[in-house]
């Protein structure tokens, strides 16, 4: 890799655009779960085929470059593995043939939505709304198609079904930073080009959210330090002025100890203090016993470089500073409470851009605070009460143990549960019940359409009306319909209409048009005062959010929390159980540092979003077997060579790797990569909440790893 643009793999094509005769380009936006919220443009050729997807040259986030997950999108699109037709199982579910097409049998829309409709009407008669569960899951995150409002809210509010929360990802992060902060967005990511340091804990920055990456560099051109927080020498953390490795889990105790050095030595920021946060004297006083010595025995790691990183901090020129929290660090059992921890550095070193306050410090996690579309009007609010809410992450406990009602009918979209949710094991025991009806909205078949009783084809974002916002940055984009639907393939908005009429439903708001439920998001007085209009937002495909003003204050003059400050103590988090102060526990499994057992810690892959399509040929095409990577120390105690089959397990389940010997992983932790079909490391998690929101621990796991037998010879 030699330049950025290489180290990014962005496209770097000319940002002219070339228009042949009959050619057109219609703009549109990527809909994975993705910070980087890219817009991008797709040329149609004049027999109206997709024939080029780039990113928009104008979008000052994508600045004209996708990413290697998304470039070959059209191919992707045009996979023979592509769903074209509503499908019924004809096996049992759980058995798969080599060709899964062999499981179904096509059937027409209207017997798809003839079945679903009746089994829908038997089922409330029966047990009652609560019953059906609509599962949204991350692969489209669009308001429109998606799982951000999700789509279909109109017909599940009217019918009174149960609610879907989505835990899976970054829920515990949101909540531990509404008792400081009070909400999740602490700065506009883009002015950390003015940050004194930046401070990346628990991100990928460089592979999860590169588009951000040539910002950070401004910064570091201007003189900040990159400062990572990782149990993994990621390509982020390689690129760092100082990399400080933790045991997983355990970074509430390393922030903590950061907090105690930074008022310790007096290089905190007491006029901000003072002014803007609640608590102050309680905090110091309840930090006494995180001296570095003790943060360098529970987090592992060398007192010399705890110290390099507090000199580091303490600087006066390294101000304001900005922290990048990633999703990582929250997948532990008190992810919530560390993420809390972590967002009073900004605090104590006065780096929240509040009124008047210079920009480029403060907190990056999330950014939908300024976004402000209309979801109610969208969402269909009105329509009707959902008594029950299940979390997605408790997917295998809901199906096997819920009662009063039992969940009796699923319908999942944009998820892959099989492969994505903790605990494989369960999670298809749940799905196997033989009374459980199941239908999945999908683009291909995937290890969750096996369980499937029937399967919808869905068009693909270039196919479809959607909207998309980031979580880094802070422009709302449209996307347009670029060309027809392949086969039978109908947009979800399209599989709700067609459903509410099968059932026979006459409220009319079931029935609104994709480009009218688009305008309802943006049917607000802030967006008709900054002058956005659907034909306004369709030239350019993107609006910068009209709260987001430039530089970005995302409080004003205060904190939007219960007294208005930054509260170091917090009356609403003892409350609710987490105690007044921002506090530290162990993980429930990680971080021990015990012999003979492992961290796993599996991260986003380079190829890949999660899993979706990772089981496309043009995936499979290009990458490797999956590996797990492991300290040369902890693989020649476990007589583990590089290159050696290995098992993968505990008391869970158990996956079959191949071991790569190296130091991307610190001593005590396995490293690999989420997402890919078959490989299994869910296995291994546990279904187990993690202190705030039904958070799911994934990076909360002990396994044992060793080499594998040989294969039987006879
Ligand atoms: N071990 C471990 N597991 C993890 C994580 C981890 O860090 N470690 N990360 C977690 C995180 S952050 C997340 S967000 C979850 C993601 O978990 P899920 O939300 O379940 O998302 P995916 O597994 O990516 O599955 C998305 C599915 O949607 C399909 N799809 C894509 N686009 C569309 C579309 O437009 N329409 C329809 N109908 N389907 C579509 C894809 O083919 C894919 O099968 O995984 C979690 N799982
Ligand atoms: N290429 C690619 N990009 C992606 C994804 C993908 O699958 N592939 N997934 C997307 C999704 S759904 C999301 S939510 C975001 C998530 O993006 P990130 O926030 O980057 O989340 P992760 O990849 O889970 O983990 C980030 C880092 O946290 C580290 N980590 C794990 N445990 C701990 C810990 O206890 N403490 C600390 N300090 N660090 C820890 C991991 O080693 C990893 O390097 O990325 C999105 N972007
Ligand atoms: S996956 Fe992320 S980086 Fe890639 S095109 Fe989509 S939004 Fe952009
Ligand atoms: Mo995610």
Redesign the pocket.
């Known amino acids: 890799m030699t330049d950025l643009a290489d180290e990014l793999q962005?496209s770097t094509e000319s940002k002219h655009m070339t228009s042949h005769s009959g050619e057109r380009t219609v703009i549109g936006?990527?809909?994975?779960d993705?910070?980087?919220?890219?817009s991008?443009v797709v040329t149609v050729s004049d027999e109206g085929r997709a024939t080029r997807l780039r990113?928009n040259p104008d979008h000052p986030f994508?600045a004209g470059g996708?990413?290697?997950?998304?470039?070959p999108w059209l191919k992707m699109a045009e996979d023979p593995a592509r769903l074209l037709q509503p499908l019924r199982r004809v096996r049992p579910k759980g058995e798969r043939s080599a060709n899964r097409f062999d499981d179904f049998v096509p059937i027409s829309w209207d017997e798809a939505m003839a079945e679903i409709a009746a089994r829908f009407t038997d089922i409330i008669d029966s047990s009652g709304p609560a019953a059906i569960w609509p599962f949204a899951g991350t692969g489209n995150v669009g308001f429109v198609q998606g799982g951000a409002l999700p789509v279909g809210s109109r017909l599940w509010n009217h019918l009174g079904v149960s609610k879907h929360f989505l835990t899976i990802c970054s829920v515990s992060g949101h909540i531990g930073l509404s008792y400081t902060v009070g909400t999740a967005t602490g700065m506009d990511p883009e002015d950390v080009v003015d940050a004194g340091a930046v401070l990346i804990w628990g991100s990928n920055t460089l592979v999860a959210?590169?588009?951000w990456w040539p910002f950070v560099e401004k910064a570091a051109d201007g003189g900040a330090p990159i400062l990572v927080i990782d149990p993994l020498r990621t390509r982020t953390a390689a690129r760092a002025d100082l990399h400080l490795a933790p045991r997983p889990g355990t970074d509430g105790a390393l922030a903590l100890g950061l907090c105690r050095a930074l008022i310790d030595r007096e290089a905190i920021d007491s006029e901000f203090i003072e002014t803007y946060t609640e608590g102050f004297d309680e905090f110091a006083r309840s930090l006494r016993e995180w001296d570095l010595a003790r943060v360098a025995d529970v987090c592992g790691l060398p007192i010399g470089e705890l110290n390099q990183l507090v000199d580091l901090l303490c600087e006066p020129a390294h101000r304001p500073l900005a922290v990048k929290l990633g999703q990582g660090m929250q997948r532990h059992a008190f992810g919530g409470q560390a993420s809390r921890v972590v967002s009073c550095l900004p605090a104590l070193t006065g780096s929240y851009p509040l009124d008047g306050r210079p920009a480029g410090g403060g907190l990056v996690y999330s950014t939908h605070a300024p976004y402000k579309i209309n979801t109610p009007l969208a969402a269909g609010r009105h329509l009707g009460e959902r008594p029950r809410a299940l979390a997605m992450t408790n997917l295998a406990a809901n199906l096997l143990e819920l009662n009063d009602p039992p969940v009796e009918a699923l319908f999942v979209h944009g998820a892959n549960p099989v492969v994505s949710n903790p605990d494989t094991e369960r999670v298809r025991q749940g799905l196997s019940r033989p009374d459980l009806f199941c239908v999945v909205a999908e683009i291909y078949l995937t290890e969750t359409t096996d369980y499937a009783d029937i399967v919808l084809p869905s068009t693909m974002q270039h196919e479809q009306w959607e909207v998309n916002d980031?979580f880094a940055h802070m422009y709302l984009n449209l996307n347009q319909p670029a060309v027809e639907p392949p086969g039978e393939c109908v947009p979800h908005t399209e599989m709700f209409r067609r459903l509410a009429r099968a059932m026979d439903l006459d409220e009319p708001e079931l029935y609104a048009t994709d480009t009218e439920l688009v305008a309802a998001l943006i049917d607000t007085d802030e967006y008709r005062a900054a002058g956005v209009t659907l034909e306004s937002w369709k030239r350019t495909g993107w609006v910068r959010a009209p709260a987001a003003g430039r530089p970005y204050r995302p409080f004003g003059d205060g904190f939007p929390t219960e007294s208005g400050r930054f509260e170091f103590v917090s009356s609403r988090a003892e409350r609710d159980g987490h105690g007044r102060l921002p506090n530290y526990r162990p993980p429930t499994e990680a971080g021990s540092g015990d012999v003979d057992v492992y961290d796993l810690v599996a991260i986003g892959s380079d190829w890949h979003?999660n899993s979706v399509f990772a089981g496309t040929q043009v995936v499979i095409g290009r990458t490797d077997a999956p590996t797990i990577s492991l300290h040369p120390d902890d693989a020649e105690r476990d007589g583990i060579s590089d290159g050696d089959r290995i098992v993968v397990f505990n008391d869970r389940g158990s996956f079959a790797a191949v071991a790569a010997v190296n130091h991307q992983a610190r001593t005590g932790v396995a490293a690999t990569t989420k997402g890919w079909w078959g490989m299994g490391v869910n296995n291994t998690v546990a279904e187990r909440d993690s202190d705030m929101g039904r958070g799911a621990v994934f990076h909360d796991n002990r396994v044992r790893i060793r080499v594998a037998a040989e294969p039987d010879q006879g």
């Not at 993705?34 to 890219?38: A, H, R, V």
């Open positions: 962005t936006s990527c809909p994975l993705c910070p980087d919220g890219c991008w990113g994508t996708l990413c290697k997950k998304v470039n959210n590169q588009h980031s979003i």
